[in-house]
């Protein structure tokens, strides 16, 4: 594994680069985390996936080790980082994985450069039904910003503070501490301007258009307890993107590939190891 790090104009981007094991001669596979959350949760994924492809990890900046920043990223401004990055790698060819708003992000970029994208695993993403789930969302949101001014890293420190966060996101909270905290770092962390300004454009239909506008073979991972995306939303989401198709877990919250990582691990390696047709976009 190799750290790069590549300096933006208005911060940094690092992003961990994993070379294959036993090369298969598939795209490399860029793993893009969610909101809140760094690329330190994908490792278990890494582990799994290694043997056979090459993985590109990054921190977003914002987040992580992708810190300080000197203006906000919303979600348009994430993807053209990830743009960057894939053209400082030399990528031309790629295979996304994003999770939660990293799958918006893979969204975006599939739409904007169709011609870098061979095919999208979108997990625990769902979009918006209705201006009035957006209007609900951009009022979360708003409170969500407030709160965060209260954050203190200190927080981290205490066990039950860290399992409270917690039990927003997973089916059933791991027996982990040291995963937990880490996850609660990560948001405690965060840049407040990129995490409220991301946010907000999470909302923007934009997401919608471009879902409608793939080309590329899509597999949504979706949680059946999932408490951020709704699972309610998921037929919504595959009569969107064209020729798209589920996958649910149960018994599962917002991270499967922290509740379930074999299965999860196991599907994704299925998908991205199948053969495009020649000529084919679905």
């Known amino acids: 594994m190799r750290t790069v790090t590549l300096q933006l104009p208005d911060g940094p ?33 890494v582990e799994r996936l290694r043997d056979r492809f090459s993985l590109i990890v990054p921190d977003l900046p914002g987040v992580g080790r992708s810190l300080p920043v000197r203006r906000a990223f919303d979600m348009p401004a994430q993807v053209a980082a990830i743009e960057a990055l894939l053209a400082h790698l030399g990528h031309t060819r790629v295979q996304l994985v994003g999770h939660s708003m990293g799958g918006g992000l893979a969204i975006l970029l599939a739409a904007r450069r169709p011609e870098l994208v061979e095919r999208l695993v979108l997990t625990a993403i769902s979009l918006f039904r209705n201006d009035a789930e957006r209007a609900f969302f951009q009022q979360i949101t708003s409170v969500a910003g407030a709160l965060m001014r209260l954050r203190g890293r200190w927080m981290a420190e ?13 089916y059933r909270i791991p027996n982990d501490a040291a995963l937990l905290k880490a996850g609660f770092l990560d948001y405690l962390e965060m840049d407040h301007d990129t995490a409220v300004a991301s946010a907000r454009s999470a909302a923007d239909q934009a997401i919608d258009a471009a879902a409608r506008a793939i080309q590329a073979p899509t597999l949504l991972v979706a949680a059946r307890q999932d408490q951020v995306m ?36 196991a599907v994704v390696r299925e998908f991205l190891a199948a053969p495009v047709a020649a000529g084919a976009t679905r």
């Open 230 to 265: 709704p699972p309610r939303n998921v037929p919504y989401t595959l009569a969107a993107i064209p020729g798209s198709h589920v996958h649910w877990i149960e018994q599962c919250g917002h991270f499967p590939m922290l509740e379930h990582p074999d299965e999860y691990a």
């Open 158 to 170: 205490i066990p039950f503070l860290a399992r409270q966060f917690g039990a927003r996101f997973f």
């Open 13 to 45: 981007l690092v992003a961990d680069c994993y070379p294959a094991a036993s090369p298969s001669g598939a795209p490399p596979v860029l793993l893009i985390h969610g909101w809140g959350g760094s690329g330190r949760y994908w490792r278990g994924t």
